[in-house]
């Protein structure tokens, strides 16, 4: 049988994958003032490692951090849980361990708060 391309709205088991790896590389952010850009959500972070991308929806006041490697979101929480705050263009923003296909809701395991 001839391989066939996955359907339209299937994710291939590789790519599933690849989502899951990326999502360990993420932080979600939540109270970051609308007029905030990629690289006002970008600044705070970049102590703790390489940034990747980051994915702004100002309309929810929200965004999404992901770094080169899973240890830079390990030391993004655990200056979080330490007491540093992580501030945008001058607002204290929440960080929390990014979890995929959640609502725009804070995720039920939030790591930590600032």
């Not at 006041?61 to 390990?74: G, H």
């Amino acid at each position: 049988m001839p391989h066939q391309p996955p359907k339209q709205g299937t994710v291939p088991c590789l790519q599933k994958q690849t989502l899951g790896m990326v999502a360990k590389r993420k932080v979600f952010v939540s109270s970051v003032p609308s007029t905030a850009t990629a690289s006002d959500i970008m600044a705070p972070f970049l102590f703790c490692g390489p940034i990747v991308n980051v994915d702004v929806h100002s309309h929810k006041n929200i965004a999404f951090v992901e770094f080169v490697n899973e240890q830079s979101v390990a030391t993004v929480l655990t200056a979080a849980k330490g007491g540093v705050k992580f501030t945008v263009l001058g607002q204290a923003v929440n960080v929390y361990q990014y979890t995929p296909n959640k609502s725009s809701k804070p995720p039920h395991n939030k790591s930590s708060v600032v």
